[in-house]
């Protein structure tokens, strides 16, 4: 009976020893990295990740390493594990500050913050955009920005200012739901300020006529008769029918490409 609990121990161990086995002990670099882009490709992205740290621990000087690192901040954000993405895209831009590929690290930044303000339930109850943190939505504007304006060339330059076009316009909404509730409670000063934000702030976009006419129609209710008069004259003067549209960068903008 003794020997037999002891070749049950031992057979247990060595199923353990076999699970926890590694299969990819023996893989290169190179090899590490393919297994994680087969693992991206297929949406297996928490795969990815552990290949992808696996391979910069083992190999942290190969040149498929620096490149690792970069992939693991997309496959987290694939994942939709934004803080690890954040974490991981700032520790790179941190590492390699002069790196060829900054344009994507600023590109994959917005990518991220403009994921950041939806909740868990937002999969199924969407909010449009200009309902999440208005901070968030700037930070992601800025992101773009940067890379727009530093990379003007950048493969990525025309998709990341579409998504500001975007990103404007739903800041620019954001101000106006707010004055529009304003106006509900007959609040006209507040309501007039924050149509103005819109025309200083987030100028031609969709909503500058609408924040036009909330001025005026404030401007008559606190009977300021020449702000009234002189918003009239530009809301009379201007078309709006050219003004930058908004575009909804899920339909516009590819998928964000793995780094390269």
Not at 100 to 125: C, S
Not at 150 to 176: H, T
Not at 188 to 196: C, G, I, T
Request: hydrophobic share 40%; with cysteine; charged share 25%.
């Amino acid at each position: 009976m003794r020997h037999l609990f002891l070749l049950l121990l031992i057979a247990g161990l060595s199923a353990c020893a076999g699970a926890d086995k590694d299969e990819t002990a023996g893989y290169s670099a190179k090899e590490l990295y393919d297994e994680a882009q087969s693992d991206i490709d297929s949406a297996e992205f928490q795969s990815a990740v552990k290949h992808l740290e696996s391979l910069e621990a083992r190999y942290p000087f190969d040149p498929y390493a620096k490149q690792a690192q970069l992939e693991i901040a997309y496959a987290y954000y694939k994942f939709e594990e934004l803080d690890q993405a954040t974490s991981a895209v700032e520790r790179f831009a941190r590492l390699h500050p002069r790196d060829p590929h900054m344009d994507y690290v600023y590109y994959l930044k917005g990518l991220i913050n403009f994921n950041r303000g939806q909740g868990l339930l937002d999969a199924w109850f969407p909010r449009e955009p200009s309902r999440h943190d208005p901070a968030v939505l700037e930070q992601a504007f800025n992101n773009f920005a940067i890379l727009v304006r530093r990379y003007p060339d950048s493969k990525y330059s025309g998709d990341a200012y579409q998504r500001m076009v975007y990103l404007r316009n739903q800041m620019a909404e954001k101000e106006i739901f707010v004055a529009e509730f304003y106006i509900e409670r007959k609040s006209w000063l507040s309501s007039a300020k924050r149509a103005k934000a819109v025309i200083t702030r987030y100028p031609n976009t969709i909503w500058t006529q609408r924040a036009l006419e909330i001025m005026l129609l404030s401007y008559q209710k606190l009977e300021l008769d020449d702000l009234a008069a002189d918003t009239q004259k530009i809301i009379d003067f201007n078309d709006f029918s050219d003004v930058a549209t908004t575009i909804d960068p899920d339909k516009y903008g590819k998928a964000p490409p793995s780094a390269l």
